[in-house]
């Protein structure tokens, strides 16, 4: 392939140029959606250690879902607040940093 032909698109997160054919759909390259899906496993595995529950239980209470019996009205779980608080707060405080992320990721496997 001639890579001086290929198109070029800007990643949102880290202002890179990059070809077309690494970009995980539209806004991140693969290396940003990559570090933002391990950020948030990350995440939400210390708010279910937290709080006590499986990871499954919490993205159970994180689905708005109309039809579940165990949801209110607008189909929020009844912890959903408490969890979103958590969400919130552990976004400014985590140990896990982007450089801790970079590390791991330029690591040869």
Known sequence: M???NEPLRKCDKCKIT???KLFYKYKYCN????????????????IANHLNISIDELNNILKIDFND???????EHQ??????????NSRS??????????????EPL
């Open 31 to 46: 290396r940003c959606y990559i570090k933002d899906y391990i950020h948030l496993h990350l995440q939400n595995a210390r």
């Open 2 to 4: 001639d890579d001086i």
């Open 18 to 20: 990059k070809s077309k």
């Open 69 to 75: 019996s165990n949801k209110n009205e607008i189909g």
């Open 93 to 106: 405080n985590s140990i896990i940093t982007d450089d801790i992320i970079n590390n791991f990721l330029d």
């Open 79 to 88: 912890r959903y607040d408490e969890v979103m608080l958590l969400m919130y």
